[in-house]
């Protein structure tokens, strides 16, 4: 007699066959736990500066130093944990947001769908990066002034309030798809007997949405959220390339990218400087898209292989 298995065990089995989900999910987690480990065992300060400028990789400096004379190795790990983490935070608020007002204007429907969705569409017609842009610049010119007067900015306050102002940028943009996909869910969720059953019964609109329509679109959130990190590590990577995210001395996988295209020059071509950051994001954008592709072949309810 063959065991009948849950939908969870059959999801993780149908993942197991995706072996290119399953090598990318090992390497995120081996990377993750890396950097996360490594200003521990180590002493060398990603932003000390030393007479050994653009030095090529050596067994001291593995991937060599930059222009102020600074370890690129340690430099890149610690701006790895800056885009993974603008990644992470990113696509939370794309999650919150997009799912709660994907959820409502799908049950709701009627007029209030219609508005909400308008509004939607209203952000999708914008440039998402200039929208970041824009958004970033006029929340800090609104605020640096303030900041300044009261004697906030102190020390690492003023790379901690950009960096909350990244949050929001990428965040209010990153949740138009997530809201749109999970509309699309609820509005055929809404109809389903368990819902109408527990309407008759008396639950209110914000019960059956948060006890009964959120849970069976998770499956679907958890894989847009999963493609959502690479795209809001990619537009950090080239907020900071443009100078705008990540400052220096602080690091993302971006402004590091930046550093070495501006050592690239007709006498001298630092290569070490470019190559390894860059071959990180590649290898980081590659591995999370092939993990949300395996989690979605996986959650998908068709797919009954």
Same mark, same amino acid.
């Given at each position: 007699m063959?065991?009948?298995?849950?939908?969870?065990?059959?999801?993780?089995?149908?993942?197991?066959?995706?072996?290119?989900?399953?090598?990318?999910?090992?390497?995120?987690?081996?990377?993750?736990?890396?950097?996360?480990?490594?200003?521990?065992?180590?002493?060398?300060?990603?932003?000390?500066?030393?007479?050994?400028?653009?030095?090529?990789?050596?067994?001291?400096?593995?991937?060599? %130093?930059?222009?102020h004379?600074?370890?690129?190795?340690?430099?890149?790990?610690?701006? %790895?944990?800056?885009?993974?983490?603008?990644g992470?935070?990113?696509?939370?608020?794309?999650?919150?947001?997009?799912?709660?007002?994907?959820?409502?204007?799908?049950?709701?429907?009627?007029?209030?769908?219609s508005?909400?969705?308008?509004?939607?569409?209203?952000l999708?017609?914008?440039?998402?990066i200039?929208?970041?842009?824009?958004?970033m610049?006029?929340?800090?010119?609104?605020?640096?002034?303030?900041?300044?007067?009261t004697?906030?900015?102190?020390?690492?306050?003023?790379?901690?309030?950009?960096?909350?102002?990244?949050?929001?940028?990428?965040?209010?943009?990153?949740?138009?798809?997530?809201?749109?996909?999970?509309?699309g869910?609820?509005?055929?969720?809404?109809?389903?007997?368990f819902v109408?059953?527990?309407?008759?019964l008396?639950?209110?609109?914000?019960?059956?949405?948060?006890?009964?329509?959120?849970?069976?679109?998770?499956?679907?959130?958890?894989?847009y959220?999963?493609?959502?990190?690479p795209?809001?590590?990619?537009?950090?990577?080239f907020?900071?390339?443009?100078g705008?995210g990540?400052?220096?001395?602080?690091?993302?996988?971006?402004?590091?990218?930046?550093?070495?295209?501006?050592?690239?020059?007709?006498?001298?071509?630092?290569?070490? %400087?470019?190559?390894y950051?860059?071959?990180?994001?590649?290898?980081?954008?590659?591995?999370?898209?092939?993990l949300?592709d395996?989690?979605?072949?996986?959650?998908d309810?068709?797919?009954?292989?």
């Amino acid at each position: 007699m063959s065991r009948i298995l849950s939908p969870s065990r059959l999801a993780f089995r149908r993942f197991k066959k995706n072996r290119l989900a399953v090598i990318s999910a090992v390497y995120l987690v081996l990377l993750l736990v890396f950097i996360l480990i490594y200003p521990f065992f180590s002493d060398v300060d990603p932003n000390e500066t030393s007479e050994f400028i653009n030095t090529a990789p050596s067994l001291s400096h593995l991937f060599g %130093t930059d222009d102020h004379g600074r370890d690129l190795f340690s430099r890149t790990l610690y701006g %790895t944990r800056i885009s993974f983490l603008v990644g992470s935070v990113g696509a939370l608020v794309s999650l919150v947001i997009g799912v709660l007002w994907g959820a409502t204007a799908g049950y709701l429907g009627g007029k209030i769908d219609s508005i909400m969705m308008r509004f939607v569409d209203v952000l999708y017609s914008l440039p998402s990066i200039v929208f970041v842009i824009a958004l970033m610049t006029s929340l800090e010119g609104i605020t640096q002034q303030w900041f300044s007067e009261t004697g906030l900015l102190q020390g690492n306050s003023g790379h901690i309030v950009r960096m909350l102002f990244l949050f929001i940028g990428l965040g209010a943009v990153s949740w138009l798809t997530m809201a749109r996909i999970v509309r699309g869910q609820v509005l055929s969720l809404r109809e389903m007997a368990f819902v109408e059953a527990s309407r008759i019964l008396g639950a209110s609109h914000l019960r059956i949405i948060l006890r009964h329509i959120i849970p069976n679109i998770a499956g679907v959130a958890i894989v847009y959220l999963a493609l959502t990190v690479p795209a809001i590590i990619l537009n950090e990577s080239f907020l900071s390339y443009l100078g705008i995210g990540v400052q220096p001395p602080q690091a993302s996988l971006g402004s590091l990218i930046a550093g070495g295209a501006g050592q690239i020059n007709p006498l001298k071509i630092y290569w070490w %400087t470019i190559l390894y950051p860059t071959s990180l994001l590649v290898t980081v954008l590659l591995s999370l898209n092939f993990l949300g592709d395996g989690l979605r072949d996986a959650l998908d309810p068709r797919n009954v292989k």
